[in-house]
């Protein structure tokens, strides 16, 4: 053979070897690019899209869908079936890092009480609501407060009527579902679950722009 084509053959192989050795990082870092820290890559892949729709017939036990003991409650009041409310305490209970909620009335105790569980696991929750519900009948918001978890109001007459909240900066949940005990056990409600990155950073971008907005230095008393 000749040189010519021992260096042609030589070339060849090079380029070969380096297509592989680009293929391959391009592999990792796809992967990598995919994954949050912690998480699966198939976790981190699949695609969320659900749609919880109420009343539900009855209240869900918290602490048997996502208390860390179930309940050994043999009278319990509560029902073990899964249902609209059961699926939302498993969203926001599977929080690793941060749970933002925008809602504009908070009476429910059991999905109170899940917050601030999840605060007492240093997942960092906080709360907007609106100003003229933090004082209702049944409202959770000073107990909240008094559990250290960060509560802002919009201070305003007019109201702060979302109902979104932001689980680990990746899922969203959204839609007409207040958290009192009358949306979950009468009032026709929706809240859609989805993971979908463009929409979840509309919301997040949304979200600081409140926070920021809420901000007691920024808004004077009524
Ligand atoms: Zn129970």
């Known amino acids: 053979m000749s040189s010519g084509w021992i260096k042609v053959g030589g070339v060849a192989l090079a380029c070969g070897l380096v297509s592989e050795v680009v293929y391959f990082l391009y592999k990792r870092y796809r992967k990598r690019g995919w994954q949050y820290k912690g998480q699966s890559e198939s976790e981190s892949r699949k695609e969320i899209e659900e749609v919880l729709f109420f009343p539900d017939s009855q209240v869900a036990c918290r602490n048997y869908f996502v208390g860390d003991h179930g309940c050994d409650n043999n009278n319990c009041r509560f029902t073990h079936i899964p249902n609209s409310l059961s699926r939302l305490y498993e969203f926001i209970n599977s929080a690793k890092k941060s749970v933002d909620v925008c809602v504009f009335s908070i009476c429910c105790t059991e999905l109170a009480d899940l917050l601030i569980e999840l605060n007492k696991r240093n997942v960092t929750v906080r709360v907007i609501c609106d100003d003229e519900q933090i004082n209702i009948r049944g409202s959770q918001i000073?107990?909240?407060?008094?559990e250290g978890i960060n509560v802002r109001?919009?201070?305003?007459?007019?109201?702060?009527?979302?109902?979104?909240?932001?689980?680990?900066?990746?899922?969203?949940?959204?839609?007409?579902?207040?958290?009192?005990?009358?949306?979950i056990s009468g009032n026709q409600e929706n809240l859609m679950a989805l993971n979908n990155a463009r929409i979840v950073s509309l919301y997040k971008a949304e979200y600081k722009k409140l926070w920021e907005k809420f901000d007691p230095k920024n808004t004077s008393p009524l």
């Open 142 to 146: 000073w107990k909240l407060r008094k």
């Open 153 to 183: 109001t919009d201070n305003s007459s007019y109201l702060m009527h979302h109902k979104f909240l932001i689980i680990d900066d990746s899922l969203l949940l959204n839609g007409s579902f207040n958290w009192t005990r009358q949306a």
